[in-house]
Structures are given as structure tokens and as C-alpha cells.
């Protein structure tokens, strides 16, 4: 559409740039570190403090002990171990978990899973904004709940959940309770005591560390099933040497992640993007997601009549993602829009925008100048 507008990233909820001191981290870690973490002798053991000072550092900006830090391939791996991980330490087949229905595929496709091999799992509701009623969760703890499992935020609409509230509901009843915090660490706090969780998944990727790292907060006394079984690595859950340069990116990355204080320019820029959109479009565009209770740096907007995806052809060299996809000639909601009770002709029209660290208020009102365009 404006071919002169360039290439503008605003799918940082779907990935994020590796950062310049992350990559150094990196790079460091390849050339000096490349014996096994394992081995006792002089290859070995800088890589073991790597890795044991990457530890620390995802430990710091979680605010737990480094022991409690296990390193995983992602948030997808990190949500498989505490969600399976937990089932099968209980060998207790007829256990009940309970989770969101606007969780993550990798929670999702787990409890599913995990239904097959006998769990009962309850998928609790959300209402218009995406938020969960703590007074649901109360509801729905039987004697059987051996897990909660609730996201921290939302990937699609940015709905930041009651954890606090929620994880203290399970401490009542003794139930170990998990978060993702995939898409809020790095943009709003997460240390595990102030949300009180026992189990909290991260995925680096989404705070400019690479792909394939992440990690997963197990609580010192929390016992889980490895999913991958083999040597003691990682404390005995999750087995197979340690790489201690993806390590060292998602330490370096986490480090920067502590520093919070870029996200209120983030939520300032987000909030005139709206403003913006709200001022040409009226009330052809709605807001997906709680007008407050929202990460900073996310807006999901609905374009009423339109389909998301076309709206994002359009807009040439913009990167954000669609709410809805088109199966068969039919437009689906996404599960999460349609979770919250989003009509479908508002919600085939949704579009996600995530800013980041580096998105410029030019861009932001390149990208309002095209969608006028675009929707005119
Ligand atoms: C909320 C949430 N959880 C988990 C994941 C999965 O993380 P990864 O891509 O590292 O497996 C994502 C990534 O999209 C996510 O947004």
C-alpha cells in the first residue's frame, strides 16, 4: 500500500530482535565455552560457570534461587514440564488440573494430552476482556486438583490475569500452582514471590534472547517428572547437556529484561496508537483485550467488517499478526477471541499490534496514515 513506508515490526508478542548484548553474550559463550558443563576439567568448567551465571541472572530478574532455575528449549517446553511433569510425578491417573481457556496452545494441546492418558481437566471462562473470575477458579477446585495452571498474560489480547489472587486460592487448598509468563516477563514484573506462584514458565525469545531457550521456575521442593530422562542434568528434570551459549543469551537477555522502565514509553506510544485509531475509525474499530489490566505494549484492535488478514496484506511492510484465520473459505476465530465472546464479524477483522523496545512514534503514525488508507 505505502511503498514508501518501509519495514515496520510490530509482532514483538510473536518474537522479538535478539539484542545486541545478548548476542555478544552469545557470541562469547561459542568461543570460550565449548567443553561439556559436566566435565570437571579445565575445558568443561567455563562452561559450567556460564551456564551457572546464566542461571542466576534468569533467577534474579525472577527473583527465585538459581536451583530453581530449569533451562528448557522454550515456553512451550518449559508449559509441557510443568503441566506433565506434575501429572506424572502423581501417577494418579484420575488427577484434575485446572487451566484457562485462553491459554497457550503448548498448555492447550498438554492438557488435552493430558486428558488422553485419563486427567480431567476444567478449561475455566473468561469474560468480554479476557480476564478469569477468581471466584471461578474457587469454584472449580475439587479434592482431585493436583494443578493450576493459569497464563499471567494473554499472547493474543495482552489480558493480564489476577495471578497474585488466584495463586493464593491455591495455597489455601495446598495445590501447586503454575503461570506462563512467556509474554510478561520483560514487561511487567514477575518475580514469583510477589505473584506467589510455585511453577512459572519464560520463552527467551520473546525478550530479545534467540529461539530455543526458555526457562521454567520449579519452586525448591516441587517434584516433577522429567519429560526428557537421561543423565542429571538441570537438577535431574530435564536431561542433555546443557547448552551454555543459549544460556548465556537468555542470562544476558534477562538482565535487560529487569529494567522495566523503557515500558512506560512503550504503553504511552501503544495508547496513542488507539487514540489515534479510535479518532479516524470511530466505531469501526474495537478494542480485544481490558482497557487497563493489559501488558503495555500490546493492542488488538478489531477492524468490524473487514477480515484481519486482508487489512494486514494491505499495509505492506508492517509485521503484526491476525485474530482470526480462514479455513476452507470459512474465517475462524482464534480461540482466545472467541473465549472472551467476540462476535465473529468484529473479531474476523482482528489484528494484533505488539510494540517494542525500538518502535518509533513515526512508525506508529506511518502505520495509522496506511490503515487509513487501506480502510478508506
Ligand atoms: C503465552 C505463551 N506461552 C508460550 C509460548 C511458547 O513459547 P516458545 O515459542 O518459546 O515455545 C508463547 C509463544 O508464542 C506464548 O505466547
Known sequence: MNRQMGRIYLDHNASTPLHPHVAQAMRDALEDSYGNPSSAHWAGQPARQMLERS????????????????FTSGGSEANNLALKGTFFARRD?????????????????????????????????????GLLDPDDLRRAITRDTIL??????????????????????????????????????????????????????TAGHKLHAPKGVGALYVRAGIKLEPLIHGGG?????????????????????????ADLTAMEGIRQLRDRFWASLQARFGKRVVLNGHPEQRLPNTLN??????????????????????????????????????????PPEAGMGAVRFSLGRTTRSDEISAVVEAL?????
Open 301 to 342: 484492535v478489531s477492524f468490524v467488517g473487514r477480515v484481519g488478514a486482508d487489512v494486514l496484506a494491505a499495509l505492506d511492510g508492517v509485521a503484526a499478526s491476525t485474530g482470526s484465520a480462514c479455513h476452507s473459505g470459512r474465517i475462524e476465530l482464534s480461540p482466545v477471541l472467541a473465549a472472551m465472546g467476540v
Open 93 to 129: 491417573r484420575a488427577a484434575h488440573i485446572i487451566t484457562t481457556q485462553v491459554e497457550h496452545p503448548s498448555i492447550l494441546a498438554s492438557s488435552r494430552f493430558l486428558e488422553r492418558e485419563g486427567a480431567r481437566i476444567t478449561y475455566l471462562p473468561v469474560d468480554s476482556t
Open 233 to 257: 542434568h538441570e537438577g535431574g528434570q530435564r536431561a542433555g547437556t546443557e547448552s551454555a551459549m543459549l544460556a548465556a543469551g537468555l542470562g544476558a537477555a534477562c538482565v535487560l529484561a
Open 148 to 201: 493450576i495452571s493459569i497464563m499471567h498474560a494473554n499472547n493474543e489480547v495482552g489480558t493480564i490475569q489476577p495471578i497474585a489472587a488466584c495463586a493464593w486460592i491455591a495455597g489455601e487448598h495446598d495445590i501447586p500452582f503454575h503461570t506462563d509468563a512467556a509474554q510478561s516477563a520483560g514487561k511487567i514484573p514477575t518475580r514469583v514471590g510477589e505473584l506467589g506462584v510455585d511453577l512459572l514458565s
Open 372 to 376: 487509513s488508507n487501506v480502510l478508506s
Open 55 to 70: 542461571r542466576a541472572q534468569v533467577a534474579a530478574l525472577l527473583g527465585c534461587a538459581p536451583a530453581e532455575i530449569v
